[in-house]
Structure formats: C-alpha cells, structure tokens
C-alpha cells in the first residue's frame, strides 16, 4: 500500500512575517509532502496589533515561499477569528484543512476520504497564543527541535511604528522587508502610528483597569444599530453603542444613557425616553465580554445588552451624538468583520446569533 499523502499545518497571524516564522515553514516541509499556512485575524480591522491585511499578508509570505506555493507545497488560506467561541474557531480551522486536503485529492490521491491522508500540526508552545496545539488530537505533531531566533513579530511592530519607523532587514526576508519600507510611506501607517500613540499614553492618563463598560446591540428589522467612532481609538470604525460606566449608574442604566447620547434614538413622538428603552431589553440575552485583549488600551470589561425593538417598515430614527461621527442603521447581512472596532464584531456574532 503506498504511503499516505501528509499535510502540515501551520496557525499564525505573521504581523509580520520574519524568519523565525520562515524556520518553522522550512523545516515542515522536509517532514511533509505540503504545508496548510492559516493566516489568523483574517477578519479584523487595522489596528496596532494587526496592523496588516490577510492580503498584505499572504503577499509577505509569497514573497518568500514564490516558488512552494507555485508547486503547491505550501498553500495559503485567511483564518477568521472566533474571540468567544474556541469552538466556532476550531470548527474553521478544520473545515478549512478538510476542504484543502480533499482538493489535492482529486489530483489523484482520494480514495477513502481523509483517511487516505495524514495530517499534523507545526508551531512552537512558546505562550499563551499556541494552546490551539492541543485542540486537535486527532492530528499529529511535526518535530521541530527549538524556536528560532529570540525575537517575536510585536519586537518588529514595537520598532516599526514609530516616528523614524526602523524595518530589521536582518530578521526579515528581503521582499517583506521591502514591503515593509512602502507601509511605512502610506497613510495607513501614519493613521496606526497616530493610534499607538494614543494608545501608549493611555494607561498614564486614565490607568490600566480594570475598566467596565456597557454596550448597546439594537436590533430593528434585521438591522442594528451603529455609530462611526469620530476619535481615536478607531477613528472611522463602526461600533456598538456604549461607552464607560458611570460611578453613580447602573450597567444596565448606563447601556441605555449611552444608546441615547450616541445615536438620539427616537420615533415620530421624539427621542424614546429610557423607560421604554428598558422595556425592549431582553434580561436573559445579556452578556459580559471580558477577553483579556480585546481593548488595546488596558483591561475593559464590557456588558452587552440585547435591545429587540418592535418589527416595522420605518425604523427608528437615529442621528450621530456625543462622540459618535454617526449613527445609521446597517443590514445584519451586509457587515463585515473587519469594519468594526476592537472585538464588537464578536459581541454582535454571539448576541445576535450570526
């Protein structure tokens, strides 16, 4: 009986690709016949942590693997994230792998399913980030012998975005490198430097938490209510109305102050006044978000509230306030991951029930 066909498979988000990253692709592909490289975050908006596209970053990674991905040794698919669902994620990651391994079974290899096929994990338990290494037991390990390098894609993002940007051509390949020098002459380098800035005055100005906040998620008619932020951090973002807790309020006060100072939600009679927001509040719909990172500027606990307003042709009437650039209704069918601030894509996901 011929030998199984073997796949690797390979989770990072590569902000960055250096080549420690390179390393490990290396040395997989001398254990297996071809190398899955799942590109993490795929779904998020720039921000200093993510600073570059799935896009961006599959062209990093073809620009050092030009010719593996030509022969189909290495192949390269985005990775969305699921912040509050290990589930949902492991389920993608798996449905993604499948569907890429039965591909290349067509060419010839298919006779029994994934059965004709092995497949294993490669990455380094290095932190907190690599604990997905031991959600699929099913598949094997690839052995590499230790971690490349003493240097990690934040050092590179620490470095670069900065007011003289350095780009460590020594731990980069050279076509990323080279990317790396035209980011740094885009606006889009210029927005992220201008929000790392904010971001690392931030814990002097206001602390680092924790903090606690409530946010709005208003269904109308399979719409939801949203406001463009008109300030840093975001700026030009959507989000979930919402903002800080008062000391004095409630949470669940403060969601419905905070949904009427962003949007002055109102109907032919004028602006709803808060009782009757309370009364579209489903209790046991609402929920506490609380991942570590899901705010770059320190530890936010945020409460969610799911307002469901009553079925109709004309939607409430909304308008930008406080420090809200808009707010406008938005097709649930039309968003999309990446237009929405810091894990608010997440919370409308679980809440909703996309």
């Known amino acids: ?29 001398e254990q297996v016949d071809r190398l899955i490289v799942l590109v993490g975050s795929a779904n998020v908006a720039r921000d200093p942590r993510n600073p570059f596209t799935y896009e961006e970053r ?16 290495v192949v390269v698919e985005p990775l969305d994230d699921h912040l509050y669902s290990d589930n949902a994620w492991t389920a993608e990651v798996q449905r993604r792998v499948h ?32 604990y997905y290494l031991k959600m699929f037991p099913a598949w094997g390990n690839i052995q590499i012998d230790s971690q ?22 020594s731990i980069l390949s050279k076509g990323v490198a080279e990317q790396l020098h035209d980011f740094k002459m885009s606006d889009a380098f210029k927005a992220l430097l201008a929000e790392r800035e904010y971001l690392d005055a ?43 807790v008062n000391r004095d309020e409630r949470v669940r006060d403060a969601a419905i102050r905070e949904l009427r100072e962003e949007t002055e939600i109102g109907d032919s009679k ?7 927001l309370a009364s579209f509040i489903e209790d046991s719909r609402s929920r506490i978000f609380d991942a570590p990172g899901r705010s770059l500027r320190g530890r936010i606990i945020t409460h969610a509230f799911l307002f469901r307003l009553p079925e109709r042709r004309k939607l409430f009437k909304v308008k930008g306030g406080d420090d809200a650039a808009h707010a406008r209704w938005y097709r649930l069918g039309e968003l999309k991951p990446e237009m929405l601030f810091e894990d608010h894509w997440s919370i409308i996901e679980q809440m909703a029930d996309l």
């Open 58 to 73: 599959e062209h990093m990674i073809r620009s050092a693997f030009a010719y593996e991905m030509a022969q189909g040794q």
């Open 99 to 130: 569907e890429i391994v039965l591909a290349e079974g067509n060419s010839g290899f298919q006779a029994n399913g994934l059965d004709d096929f092995s497949i294993s994990l490669s990455g380094f338990g290095k932190d907190q980030s690599s």
């Open 202 to 244: 931030y814990p002097a100005e206001w602390g680092e938490g924790p903090f606690v906040t409530a946010d709005a998620v208003v269904i109308q008619s399979g719409h939801i209510l949203l406001v463009e932020r008109g300030r840093l951090p975001g700026k030009g973002l959507l989000a979930l109305p919402g903002g800080f």
């Open 1 to 29: 009986m011929a030998n199984k066909a073997s796949f690797g498979v390979f989770i990072g988000r590569f902000q960055p690709l250096h080549i420690g990253h390179e390393y490990v692709i290396r040395k997989s592909l």
């Open 148 to 169: 490349y390098g003493t240097f990690s894609s934040a050092d590179i993002r620490e470095r670069f975005f900065a007011r003289i940007p350095e780009v460590p051509d």
């Open 270 to 276: 004028g602006q709803i006044p808060p009782a009757m």
